[in-house]
T-cell receptor, first 114, second 116 residues
Framework: AQTVTQSQPEMSVQEAETVTLSCTYD???????LFWYKQPPSRQMILVIR??????QNATENRFSVNFQKAAKSFSLKISDSQLGDAAMYFC???????????FGKGTHLIIQP | EAGVAQSPRYKIIEKRQSVAFWCNPI?????LYWYQQILGQGPKLLIQ????????DSQLPKDRFSAERLKGVDSTLKIQPAKLEDSAVYLC??????????????FGSGTRLTVV
C-alpha cells in the first residue's frame, strides 16, 4: 500500500516571496505518478502540477515547480512569487498507475500574508 | 465543458438516518470515483467505477455504504444507517480513461455531511 506524508500542517509566507511545501511517500510500485493538488475553500480539487516517476526532469508550471528525489522518495513543491490566490490546502498525491485511485497526504494549509 | 456536478452541497442528518449523494460526471468520462474527506485529512478513495462496473471498493464500509452507477453515467452514494464518524466531505471525481494519469481527474465541489 502507498502512503504519503506531509509533515507541515500549516505554512505562512509573505506575498511575492517563495515557499516550499514538503512531501515524502512510500510505494511498492515501480511506475507511478505524483501530483500536487490545491483545495480552496470552495472544496474543489485543482491540479497544480504532476510528475511521472520515470522522468528525471523536475516538472514546472509557471510559478510552481517540484523537486523530485526518487531515491529519497521526496516530492516537494516550490511556489515562487506567492500570490494571495495561492492561499489554500495543498495535497501531495500518489497514484500507482493502471486502475488505481489517488492516495492523498493530510495536506498543508498555506497562508499568504499581504 | 461543464464540470462534475454534485448535490446536495450540504446535508445535516441525525445518526441512524439514511442519506444519499448524487454525482453527474463530465460527459463521456468512463471512470468515476467517490472519496471521503474527514476534516483535517486528505481524501480517501471509497469506490471506483469504470462505466457501470466496480473496479475497486476495497475501502468502502459495505455494512452501511452502497454505491451504484446505473447506465455508466451518474452515480449515487448511500449511507444507511449513518454514524457520527461519517461526518465528512464526500467528493466525486471523473476521468476520461481508466485512471486519470493520462487524461487527468476532474473533481466536483463535494457534499459536506454532518451527522448529529
Amino acid at each position: 500500500a502507498q502512503t504519503v506524508t506531509q509533515s507541515q500542517p500549516e505554512m505562512s509566507v509573505q506575498e511575492a516571496e517563495t515557499v516550499t511545501l514538503s512531501c515524502t511517500y512510500d510505494t511498492s510500485e515501480s511506475d507511478y505518478y505524483l501530483f500536487w493538488y490545491k483545495q480552496p475553500p470552495s472544496r474543489q480539487m485543482i491540479l497544480v502540477i504532476r510528475q511521472e516517476a520515470y522522468k528525471q526532469q523536475n516538472a514546472t508550471e509557471n510559478r510552481f515547480s517540484v523537486n523530485f528525489q526518487k531515491a529519497a522518495k521526496s516530492f516537494s513543491l516550490k511556489i515562487s512569487d506567492s500570490q494571495l490566490g495561492d492561499a489554500a490546502m495543498y495535497f501531495c498525491v500518489h497514484s500507482g498507475g493502471g486502475a488505481d485511485g489517488l492516495t492523498f497526504g493530510k495536506g498543508t494549509h498555506l497562508i499568504i500574508q499581504p | 465543458e461543464a464540470g462534475v456536478a454534485q448535490s446536495p452541497r450540504y446535508k445535516i442528518i441525525e445518526k441512524r438516518q439514511s442519506v444519499a449523494f448524487w454525482c453527474n460526471p463530465i460527459s463521456g468520462h468512463a471512470t468515476l470515483y467517490w472519496y471521503q474527506q474527514i476534516l483535517g485529512q486528505g481524501p480517501k478513495l471509497l469506490i471506483q467505477f469504470q462505466n457501470n462496473g466496480v473496479v475497486d471498493d476495497s475501502q468502502l464500509p459495505k455494512d452501511r455504504f452502497s454505491a451504484e452507477r446505473l447506465k455508466g453515467v451518474d452515480s449515487t452514494l448511500k449511507i444507511q444507517p449513518a454514524k457520527l464518524e461519517d461526518s465528512a466531505v464526500y467528493l466525486c471525481a471523473s476521468s476520461l480513461g481508466v485512471g486519470g494519469l493520462i487524461y487527468g481527474y476532474t473533481f466536483g465541489s463535494g457534499t459536506r455531511l454532518t451527522v448529529v
